[in-house]
């Protein structure tokens, strides 16, 4: 029985597969409301914003500005369109609008990607009682910080007794 269901199965599949069927299209043209308005509105916002990952932007207000400029732009100038031009014309803003949404994600998130500094950096020092820099001198709360006094291998080696001590950095001169 499942021999002849697992053969039989994919034939009507197959069968069913092969079968054509005529397309007809509706003499009508398409409805076109809406389409200018979003494919504008999309155009708009990706061609400001592709252009400032061009020019390198990194302050993210300035994205966020200019695409909901360039999204009202683009939306009023696509209710001209879609008003004025035949029916093709709004759909194909909206099929290049969509088209162009993922380049211009990646072109804006490789413009304002986070980039390391050059060179090693300076690490710095815990706070103490005291900082003394060439500006001035302050008092500050110091961190304060509890250790083991050996490490586990110097207990297992050496038989050493495991202590804790309190670290209190007082002063910290920069110069």
Sequence with gaps: ???????VVPAI???VSALSFDAHALEAPPNTTGK??????LLG?????????AFDVEPTWAYVVGGLVGAGGGA??????????DSRVPMFMLAGGMALA???IVAVLSAT???PPEGPLESASPPALVAVTDENVSIRVPAVELREVHS???VAAYGAQQATEVRVPVLNVLF
């Design 102 to 104: 993922i380049p211009t």
């Design 113 to 115: 990607a986070y980039e």
């Design 13 to 15: 599949v197959a069968a």
């Design 76 to 85: 009023v100038g696509g209710y001209f369109v879609e008003q004025e031009a």
């Design 45 to 53: 916002a990706e061609l400001v914003l592709a252009l400032e990952a």
């Design 36 to 41: 200018g308005i979003a494919g504008g509105a």
């Design 1 to 7: 029985m499942r021999l002849l269901r697992s053969i």
């Design 152 to 154: 586990r291998f110097e």
